[in-house]
């Protein structure tokens, strides 16, 4: 079992930066991969970024260029800058064994707001 721990969101005007932090209840030795989701009113979850335990690293197309996600055993970061109004969403951490499959391990969420 993994449990996910988030720190971090608020809002913030368009142009400004946040920083989300993530830490697992335990480190893990095995091959996996941490990322973050989010989930804006009425859309579904999408994937904003992913790292694996050897440094891959994935992110959507409109956060190319202003996001990075960082980590280590246990903690996973996203760091966001030149923030806009449609990144606005709940973010969500996930723990997962392989890239295929995003598994059953998230995190409570933690609201982003940006305003214009």
């Known amino acids: 079992q993994v449990q996910l721990v988030e720190s971090g969101g608020g809002s913030v005007q368009a142009g400004g930066s946040l920083r989300l932090s993530c830490a697992a209840s335990r480190s893990i030795f095995r091959d996996n991969v941490m990322g973050w989701y989010r989930q804006a009113p009425g859309k579904q979850r999408e994937v904003v970024a992913r790292?694996?335990?050897?440094?891959r690293t994935t992110y959507l197309d409109s956060v190319k260029g202003r996001f990075t996600i960082s980590r280590d055993r246990k903690t996973v970061a996203l760091q966001m800058n030149t923030l806009k109004p449609e990144d606005t969403a709940v973010y969500y951490c996930n723990f997962a064994w392989d890239w295929a499959d995003p598994g059953d391990y998230w995190g409570q969420g933690t609201q982003v707001t940006v305003s214009s």
């Open positions: 790292i694996s335990s050897g440094g």
